[in-house]
């Protein structure tokens, strides 16, 4: 029972650097969500999706590139990565169907840009 | 847009005292409500939640929440703190514009337990 998996746990990048954050889930959930953590803001969404090729904005998008193929995995993207980035990244899912809406969430990436 | 306020960033509470972690949120519609908890350097775990029907709402580990919407509230309570509780705590609300999938989480709560 591997759940939702997040890869790396950590990593530290350059500016500039393009870097990929991965997400994989065996529940075969349709919602797929990406979120960053920062002190004093809590949890911001980044991109979420809906099903494989659906994808779409959340609060935070800027900068980041998502991408989603297959149902399982819903990997993040930092196309030229900046300081601003530095954060822990948590990848959630969740099921559809109405009163599902509960959210389960990865163990996390912490991401250092130097 | 909803939004969600948790009153106090850090809690701290001796063990065997009641917990009480507030939330208020904003929603034009009737929401759902969401306590997670976060243990250090982990993922969020769900507590509870709220979609309709009884507004007390049993969780895991022995906490609770009152879904009261004439305060707009959705406060978490556990009657005897253990030093197990001692993590971050989130409130969620989803619904309205934004539809139901997706969650708006508040800023969270600290919660220290001392011996």
């Known amino acids: 029972d591997a759940g939702i998996t997040q890869s790396p746990r950590y990593k530290i990048t350059e500016t500039g650097r393009q870097v990929t954050l991965m997400c994989h889930q065996t529940?075969?959930?349709?919602?797929m969500f990406w979120y960053r953590q920062d002190l004093g803001h809590g949890l911001r969404l980044i991109y979420y999706?809906?099903?494989?090729?659906?994808?779409d904005k959340g609060e935070v998008p800027d900068g980041y590139v998502v991408s989603r193929s297959k149902t399982e995995n819903f990997p993040l993207t930092l196309e030229s990565a900046t300081r601003s980035q530095t954060s822990v990244y948590f990848c959630?899912?969740?099921?559809?169907?109405?009163?599902?809406?509960?959210?389960?969430f990865g163990p996390g990436t912490r991401l250092t840009v130097t | 847009a909803q939004s969600v306020t948790q009153l106090g960033s850090h809690v701290s509470v001796s063990e065997g005292a009641l917990v009480l972690l507030r939330c208020n949120y904003s929603?034009?519609?009737?929401?759902?409500l969401f306590w997670y908890v976060q243990y250090p350097n982990q993922g969020l775990q769900l507590l509870l939640k709220?979609?309709?029907?009884?507004?007390l709402v049993k969780g895991i580990n022995g906490f609770e929440a009152e879904f009261k919407k004439s305060e707009t509230s959705f406060h978490l309570t556990k009657p005897s703190a253990h030093m197990s509780d001692a993590a971050e705590y989130f409130c969620a609300v989803s619904g309205g514009n934004t539809g139901f999938q997706k969650l708006v989480f508040g800023t969270g709560t600290r919660l220290l337990v001392s011996p």
């Open positions: 929603s034009s519609v009737p929401p759902y």
């Open positions: 529940w075969s959930h349709s919602y």
């Open positions: 959630a899912s969740s099921p559809s169907g109405r009163g599902s809406y509960e959210q389960y």
């Open positions: 709220y979609t309709t029907g009884a507004t």
């Open positions: 999706s809906a099903a494989a090729d659906i994808t």
